[in-house]
């Protein structure tokens, strides 16, 4: 970190980690068409029309909105209840899926539909919520969904990767036998901190010794995968806590790591306690470095930062998040879940569903399975130009700019020479003949850098 820089750093934060798209940041210029808005009009726009942009690989997001609590730092799509409707859910869901699917594999021609060679799916991840609590059947059932919706069935053996959320202290051995049974075959654990105090700070519901246990139980029923997330700059948390987590992070072992800083959020319980003056909280500084010692702890044990919030091993960086930093199609079906179709003119298609789940049960069955979409963007081909440049940046991968002109029809640099001069100049990013890529301090400062090279 710049230590008296005037930036504010650019945090890993809960809100970067984005699986189901409608966490993304609103990017300016967007068409934006809240559905609200359009009562009295014959219809919502259609989404599904345009044809859609060539595409290797897609992915498939499921929203489950379920909990067991509602966290009070959480502002998502979340219903905390007892009474899971799991059958009745994963209708709804299976339901979208087979309606929706074809958008994703077809194009329209002369006012006809034609075939082309559909994207591959190569990612299925089931967020929330808490997907982990759904009915092993009821979700076997929808990964059976997806695979008979989009994935072509002469090329069977294909990886796929097919990612569950769960909480410590939520599943058991049987239940995680039964969803590696079912095909799935990346965990993402929700441990967020190995103290007790901290937990109960949080409101989460298990204990410190359930993220250790359940990372045992995991292997044990076979995943290979295993992600955790951890959270920092929590009320009242020292660097000596944060470097204890990340040590007893380590010596668990995961392949892969999502650590990020808590937000305050308006309307949250935590937002108003804020408001009140009655939350501590590490500030910006603190966090920054906590933010450091993550990079450089994990680093040390062979987790290396390939993105803002994003630690892997060798081969197990997360493949349905880089879908969304490269900008390949995705579906998102259930509860708030979005969606993004990138057109052939170079713009697309970004839409998301009812958020509330009896709205979105309400919506399905008069959509005939496909609810309408309760918000709607119409992304130009500039918007999506400024956005690849900001998510690439993000990414210790950076920006690949011979692939950026053959999308774009122009090389990123050159519209932003001055900008991107200076961004060099602090340190922030370096620039070849190949590639824009942000450097190590350049991460923490991935807000500013965007902010600097938008057009």
Known sequence: MVKGSKQTPALATSRDLAPDGARERKSAGAVEVPVAALRGRPAAPDVSVGELAAADVMGLYVHFPFCGVHCPYCDFAVDARADIPHDAYADAICAELTVRAPWFRQQREGGHLREPASPRLVSIYF???????????ALARVIAAARTALCDPTAAGATLE???????????????????????????????????????????????????RAVAMARDA?????????????????????????????????????????????????????????????????????????????????????????????????????????????????????????LA????????????????????????????????ERRTSSDLENEAVWLALRTSDGLDRRAHARRFGFDP????????????????????????????????????IATRLWR
């Open 162 to 212: 097919i990612t569950v959320e769960a909480n410590p202290g939520e599943v058991d051995a049987e239940k995680l036998r039964a969803l590696r049974a079912a095909g799935v075959n990346r965990l993402s654990l929700g441990v967020q901190s190995f103290d007790d105090r901290l937990l109960r700070a949080l409101g989460r519901n298990h204990s410190a010794a359930a993220g250790p």
């Open 222 to 342: 076979g995943f290979e995968n295993i992600s955790v997330d951890l959270m920092f700059a929590l009320p009242e948390q020292s660097q000596d806590d944060w470097r204890q987590a990340l040590d007893e992070l380590v010596a668990l072992g995961p392949q892969h790591v999502s650590a990020y800083a808590l937000t305050i959020e308006r309307g949250t319980p935590f937002g108003a306690l804020a408001r009140k003056g009655e939350l501590v909280v590490p500030d910006q500084e603190q966090a920054a470095i906590m933010q450091e010692l993550a990079r450089d702890v994990l680093a040390q044990a062979g987790l290396v930062q390939y993105e803002v919030s994003s630690y892997a091993a060798p081969g197990r960086r997360a493949v349905h998040n880089s879908l969304y930093w490269t900008g390949a199609p995705y579906l998102g079906v259930g509860a708030s879940a979005a969606s993004f179709r990138p």
């Open 127 to 137: 967020g929330g919520g808490t997907p982990g609590l759904w009915r092993s059947e």
């Open 413 to 448: 640099v050159e519209p932003r020479r001055p900008d991107v001069d200076a961004c060099v100049a602090r340190g922030w990013i370096t620039v070849d003949s190949n590639a824009i890529r942000p450097t190590a301090s350049g991460l923490l400062f991935a807000d500013e």
């Open 345 to 376: 003119d170079g713009g697309g298609w970004r839409f998301s569903n009812p958020r509330a789940t009896a709205t979105y049960f309400r919506a399905s069955r008069l959509g005939g399975g496909s609810p309408t979409p309760a918000q709607v």
